[in-house]
């Protein structure tokens, strides 16, 4: 099994409509990420946690949330959709006592808004 | 400027070549550098690191990073079919540690 597990993987939906994705880890890593990848725009910083009671915004939050449910569960919610959030989304998680730099990746959720 | 960038590619090299993929960044106090390869709908995973200027070599990778260009560059020694894939350059940002990826560079390596 995957340690960083993201469901669903595949989803399409209707512009106006509530999205969660979640995200859970058996890495035990207190750090957690969400990204967003778009063609042509690479890997962008959505939000992330630091631990259970951190939540910082990234680079590209607007009309995203997030909620940290445990040190392993991480999930992001789109309120309400619009379809340049049409994206692959990808949580990571890392270890502030390992590598610098590194993250580690779930498989990744394909998000279509129509 | 984008903070960090790289040429998308595609860039195709013959089997056995070297391939070399190359990424400048912006801002000066960045103090950590990475690359990550990503397989076509894979997710990224971390390749190699590089903090000091110089060369850092792990098998048939060689990082390169040069601060006072801001440059960094990945070469690839007798690339096989098995390397072709995105590669992304990233660049540690502020204390927070959190990366700033380049939109990733495509390499095609044909038998």
């Known amino acids: 099994d995957a340690d960083v597990t993201q469901t669903p993987r595949n989803r399409i939906t209707k512009t106006g409509k509530r999205i969660m994705l979640e995200c859970s880890q058996t890495?035990?890593?207190?750090?957690m990420y969400w990204y967003r990848q778009d063609p042509g725009l690479g890997l962008r910083l959505i939000y992330y946690?630091?631990?259970?009671?951190?939540?910082n915004k990234g680079e590209i939050s607007d009309g995203y949330s997030v909620s940290r449910q445990a040190q392993a569960k991480f999930s992001l919610s789109l309120e309400s959709a619009i379809p340049n959030q049409t994206a692959l989304y990808f949580c990571?998680?890392?270890?502030?006592?390992?590598?610098?730099?590194?993250?580690?990746f779930g498989e990744g959720s394909r998000l279509t808004v129509l | 400027q984008k903070e960090v960038e790289q040429n998308s590619g595609p860039l195709s090299v013959p089997e056995g070549a070297i391939a070399s993929l190359n990424c400048t960044y912006s801002?000066?106090?960045?103090?950590?550098f990475f690359w990550y390869r990503q397989y076509s709908g894979k997710s990224p995973e971390l390749i190699m690191s590089?903090?000091?200027?110089g060369d850092k070599e792990d098998g048939r990778f060689t990082a390169q990073l040069n601060k006072a260009s801001q440059y960094v560059s990945l070469l690839i020694r007798d690339s096989q079919p098995s390397d072709s894939a995105t590669y992304l350059c990233?660049?540690?940002?502020?204390?927070?540690?959190?990366?700033?990826f380049g939109k990733g560079t495509k390499l095609s390596v044909k038998p």
């Open positions: 990571a998680t890392s270890d502030p006592r390992g590598v610098t730099g590194e993250l580690f």
């Open positions: 890495k035990g890593h207190d750090r």
């Open positions: 946690s630091f631990d259970v009671k951190d939540i």
């Open positions: 801002d000066r106090v960045s103090q950590s």
């Open positions: 590089i903090y000091s200027n």
């Open positions: 990233a660049v540690n940002r502020g204390s927070q540690g959190n990366l700033i």
